[in-house]
């Protein structure tokens, strides 16, 4: 069989840039708003991810936060938890779940135990929805092919999640590069 691989091999190879990959941040928009109801909050997951990645592209399966080590959308949730403060559903929830915990009064001991509660549950949902909002994103971004994700953890990597497993987010080189180019 003849292979015509060794026919380029005078040819050198240079790494893709963006000029030659055809990525720039305008294409990066574009792809997101074709592939998500929320390009917004998409790029800005995004740019965290390749804020905190490594020299690979790759972030988690756990990422250092404060002094423990936390799942890398764990980590994304509590960063970008602050943009719903002002939210009417999450005033919403908060009050919802005080007046659930303030109707079973009679089973905390102390106004202070009734406190810690509320502050425990309303982290505990903010957490839940945050998550899923995270992985909605990182959908949109996987659809638009511009980060790639796989689940290591317990035995071995694996390309479904469960069983033990973390996310890992992988940004492709062009996409990086349009990312950190600056553009005029």
Same mark, same amino acid.
């Given at each position: 069989?003849?292979?015509?691989?060794?026919?380029?091999?005078? *040819?050198?190879?240079?790494?893709?840039?963006?000029?030659?990959?055809?990525?720039?941040?305008?294409?990066?928009?574009?792809?997101?708003?074709?592939? %998500?109801?929320?390009?917004?909050? *998409?790029?800005?997951?995004?740019?965290?991810?390749?804020?905190?990645?490594?020299? &690979?592209?790759?972030?988690?399966?756990?990422?250092? %936060?404060?002094?423990?080590? *936390?799942?890398? @959308?764990?980590?994304?949730?509590?960063?970008?938890?602050?943009?719903? &403060?002002?939210?009417?559903?999450?005033?919403?929830?908060?009050? +919802?779940?005080? %007046?659930?915990?303030?109707?079973?009064?009679?089973?905390?001991?102390?106004?202070?135990?009734?406190?810690? @509660?509320?502050?425990?549950?309303?982290?505990? @949902?903010?957490?839940?929805?945050?998550?899923? &909002?995270?992985?909605?994103?990182?959908?949109?971004?996987?659809?638009?092919?511009?980060?790639?994700?796989?689940?290591?953890?317990?035995?071995?990597?694996?390309? &479904?999640?469960?069983?033990?497993?973390? +996310?890992?987010?992988?940004?492709?080189?062009? *996409?990086?590069?349009?990312?950190?180019?600056?553009?005029?």
């Amino acid at each position: 069989m003849f292979h015509q691989a060794d026919l380029f091999d005078h *040819v050198e190879r240079t790494p893709p840039t963006i000029a030659s990959a055809g990525v720039a941040l305008p294409d990066l928009v574009e792809r997101v708003s074709r592939v %998500s109801k929320r390009p917004r909050y *998409v790029l800005l997951i995004l740019n965290l991810i390749a804020k905190a990645a490594g020299e &690979n592209g790759s972030l988690g399966p756990y990422v250092r %936060s404060q002094a423990d080590l *936390v799942p890398v @959308r764990d980590w994304l949730c509590q960063a970008l938890a602050p943009l719903a &403060n002002r939210d009417c559903r999450r005033t919403a929830m908060i009050a +919802a779940i005080r %007046s659930e915990l303030i109707a079973q009064a009679d089973a905390f001991e102390g106004a202070s135990d009734l406190a810690q @509660r509320q502050d425990e549950e309303i982290e505990a @949902r903010i957490l839940r929805s945050g998550r899923t &909002n995270v992985s909605r994103a990182v959908s949109d971004l996987v659809r638009a092919g511009l980060l790639r994700r796989h689940y290591q953890g317990y035995r071995v990597d694996h390309p &479904n999640r469960g069983a033990q497993r973390e +996310a890992v987010y992988t940004i492709p080189l062009d *996409v990086r590069l349009a990312l950190a180019s600056r553009y005029r």
